[in-house]
């Protein structure tokens, strides 16, 4: 190998070091960027997928569903009541309101679902008809107070089981949602209060993931 070739091959091996540190450094960037626009919609990712309990609900219709059959789209877990006074409300609008402005590709990978913290009232029937005001393709689950404590602390929305024997009773509980990926972990949280514009701004790139 001549001189020349030696300088030749030793500027195009610095170009290629220097322009793969520049992709590299862009990409991370632009990674960064991403994350950064998710955590401003409120979309806190975990930095590792959280396994959830393979738990036994009822849904709206009054028929058995187990966690396992949540797989396959991105799921948005509401835990919240039919008898809320204002924060129930108030969210299911905003996600019907999201899901109307989504392009048909996201709707079709998301799944939302209003998990009953307030099983004495939430009959099947009761959860039929006040999703019905929202979105007709909102899921109900409801199950007995020990299974919805094991899942709300799986995907550590806190709830507090309410007194039932007093009446007019609500129910404490928060406003943020859990997110969960097609393969039927936690991937994170939606904070509550909801920016409907930023989620519908991010959630497409979001359902995308696998």
Not at 40 to 45: E, F, K, Q, R, V
Not at 142 to 149: E, F
Request: net charge positive.
């Amino acid at each position: 190998m001549t001189r020349t070739q030696k300088t030749v091959f030793i500027l195009v091996a610095i170009l290629a070091l220097v322009l793969g540190l520049t992709v590299n450094r862009v990409l991370s960037g632009s990674a960064q960027g991403d994350q950064i626009a998710l955590i401003d919609a409120g979309i806190i990712l975990l930095p590792q997928s959280r396994t959830v309990p393979d738990l036994s609900l009822t849904d709206q219709d009054g028929q058995p569903v187990s966690l396992n059959q949540l797989k396959g789209k991105w799921t948005v877990l509401f835990f919240g009541y039919t008898f809320c006074p204002d924060i129930c409300p108030t969210t299911l609008a905003q996600l019907r309101q999201i899901k109307s402005e989504l392009p048909s590709e996201a709707v079709d990978k998301l799944r939302i679902v209003l998990v009953s913290v307030d099983p004495d009232r939430d009959t099947p029937q009761q959860l039929k008809q006040y999703l019905g005001y929202f979105d007709k393709q909102f899921v109900g689950l409801r199950a007995p107070v020990d299974t919805l404590q094991k899942l709300a602390n799986a995907v550590s929305i806190p709830y507090i089981p309410a007194d039932t024997s007093k009446p007019g009773y609500t129910v404490d509980h928060s406003g943020n949602l859990a997110l969960l990926g097609p393969d039927g972990t936690q991937r994170g949280f939606i904070r509550a209060p909801l920016n409907s514009q930023k989620l519908v701004a991010q959630l497409p790139g979001l359902v995308e993931r696998k």
